[in-house]
Antibody, heavy 119, light 110 residues
């Protein structure tokens, strides 16, 4: 089965850093575009970033540009999100999601990992 | 990157049809056939229901259909069932090569 499992969430102080991981199974990460999205408590979904299979194409939402970095490790078949300069409004459940090949939509999602930014 | 505009809530009785709108601009919804729709039950991850405006992934009920006119996309749920009660989000590719989600719509089955 195709699966995505996020990890690395937790409690961090404002200004701190955290690295989220997303382990893929049942498919090869290098064959797909991958995304990160988040959902603040009681709020809607927010797209954050995507990366292509080769790791050469990366785009970010304005809200995280310059603070967050997306990357992949094909040997580990894993996706990452390095988050720096964290703020209280970064508190959310973070999801990784696979992009449908050649189409527009995210067809496989992880269960999410919770990040809380608080002093 | 402003969120696409959706109605906060839509409701209907079992068996009825409902339509959820998703309004953007010519720089996102209106400019590309790259609109997708997601269903999210409380505490769960989103599930892809429609991609490329009107295509259904395998396993998604034919009761779900999508369309687009100008800067507004729509999701129609026919034959509304209790299990359809959830939050629904649209998403679109943008002229900045990024993506944007809608504000979300809570569907209530009366």
């Amino acid at each position: 089965q195709v699966h995505l499992v996020e990890s690395g969430g937790g409690l961090v102080k404002p200004g701190g850093s955290l690295r989220l991981s997303c382990a893929a199974s049942g498919f090869t990460l290098r064959d797909y575009y991958m995304n990160w999205a988040r959902q603040a408590p009681g709020k809607g979904l927010e797209w954050l970033s995507y990366i292509d299979g080769s790791g050469s194409i990366k785009y970010y939402a304005d809200s995280v540009k310059g603070r967050f970095t997306i990357s992949t490790d094909n040997a580990q078949n894993s996706l990452y999100l390095q988050m720096n300069s964290l703020r209280a409004d970064d508190t959310a459940v973070y999801y990784c999601a696979r992009w449908v090949t050649g189409a527009s939509g995210m067809d496989v999602w992880g269960q999410g990992t919770t990040v809380t930014v608080s002093s | 990157q402003s969120a696409l505009t959706q109605p906060a809530s839509v409701s209907g009785s079992p068996g009825q049809s409902i339509t959820i709108s998703c309004t953007g601009t010519s720089s996102d919804v209106g400019g590309y056939n790259s609109v997708s729709w997601y269903q999210q039950h409380p505490g769960k991850a989103p599930k892809l229901m429609i991609y490329d405006v009107n295509s259904r992934p395998s396993g998604v009920s034919i009761r779900f259909s999508g369309s687009k006119s100008g800067n507004t996309a729509s999701l129609t749920i026919s034959g509304l069932q209790a299990e359809d009660e959830a939050d629904y989000y649209c998403s679109s590719y943008t002229s900045s090569s990024t993506y944007v989600f809608g504000t979300g719509t809570k569907v209530t089955v009366l």
